[in-house]
């Protein structure tokens, strides 16, 4: 379930990076009107996307299962998983979007309540329905959805609250609304390369699950467990990254370059100190780190020499992530989609299948590090473009 899954957020996501980069520009321009239709038209999207989504639950779950399996047990649960969460998405779309409309306006302590919210009853639900307490019809993988999804409802509820309660820098009014193509474009200039950057990640997992498929199963485990691991150093990061682009977005709608400058700075350095830590952890105590998933004696003979070969890429990537965002918030969202196609699929795939004819496992791992090389080259010669023909014009009038 959880390539479409990532597909449905990566919409969610994508669309509300979009509307958060704009509606932030025009704040900063003292265009209350735009502002106020960037808004309307976000939710307009987030409802769009929650249709397409519902119509996808009700007509692609079955061939989607069995397309990757052929054990009906599993297909059956994951259908009657993924089609409550799609056919009930409303709740995910429209709070990814309220999230994003307060976090545009500075509010990002409201939206972090309302996802927790959101998460807190999910996590109070799964065991009340998965072992079967609200009877058997809602117990199971059902059940599991179905806390899901009530809790995406609750905290879409309260992001809701929030912005028509306490969030006086919009004003959102459906009455005599009509959908507005040129704020659409410019919400999707921003949000499409966002929502395709999400689900490259989903493409890159599966190529590289089938390269290390050739070696063993631990090998598989391993790079599994790196991803989860590696989300403690990078989430950090992109939380930095969700407070800065409203910043960046307002300052360059103001046309105050200074601010613009003096925020990328503290970015990187902050980003650069968060790596440096997840550097040492995992160099200097992976054995640790694995031991955190009852590794076997097989996964510390793999596991410690990638982990060590593959942290030295950490201290690049946190340029090229801040880097990937200020792009999008001074509306340049395809720089931040090649790097990461370049990134993820163009280099570090071939890279390691390359390097697995090798025959030695520890070859592929340095794929992250030759990838993290190029897509950082990329980022400072497209941050270089940015400077001379965005930030530098706003300098110099």
Known sequence: AFSLQNV????????????????????????????????????????????????????????????????????????????????????????????????????????????????????????????????????????????????????????????????????????????????????????????????????????????????????????????????????????LNNGMVPIISYNYGARDPRRVKKTIKLAVTYAECIMLIGFCVFQFAPGLLLNLFAASDAMLAIGIPALRIICPHFLLAGIGIVLSSVFQALGNGVYSLIISVCRQLVVLIPMAWLLSRTGNVNMVWWAFLIAEVVSTTLSLVFMARINKNIIAPMQNA
């Open 8 to 239: 449905m957020i990566a919409v969610g996501v994508g669309t509300g990076v979009g509307v958060n980069a704009l509606l932030s520009k025009s704040l900063g321009e003292k265009n209350q009107e735009r502002a106020n239709t960037t808004a309307e038209n976000g939710i307009f999207l987030a409802l769009c996307s929650y249709v397409i989504f519902f119509v996808i639950g009700l007509t692609c779950m079955k061939p989607y299962f069995y397309a990757q399996t052929s054990d009906p047990d599993i297909a059956l649960q994951g259908i009657r998983y993924l089609r409550v969460c799609s056919v009930f998405s409303l709740g995910l779309f429209l709070q990814t979007m309220g999230e994003k409309l307060l976090a545009a306006t500075g509010r990002t302590n409201l939206s972090m309540t309302s996802q927790l919210i959101g998460a807190v009853v999910n996590i109070v639900l799964d065991p009340i329905f998965i072992f079967g307490y609200c009877g058997e019809a809602l117990s199971g993988t059902t059940g599991a959805a179905v806390a899901t999804v009530i809790g995406q409802f609750c905290g879409a509820g309260a992001a809701i609250f929030f912005n028509l309660k306490k969030n006086p820098d919009i004003q959102i009014s459906f009455r005599g609304f009509r959908p507005s193509g040129e704020a659409i474009r410019r919400i999707y200039v921003v949000g499409l390369p966002s929502i395709a950057m999400q689900c490259v990640g989903s493409v890159m997992t599966f190529f590289m699950n089938q390269i290390l498929m050739a070696f063993s199963a631990t090998a598989v485990a391993v790079f599994g467990v790196y991803f989860k691991l590696q989300s403690f150093v990078f989430m950090p990061i992109f939380g």
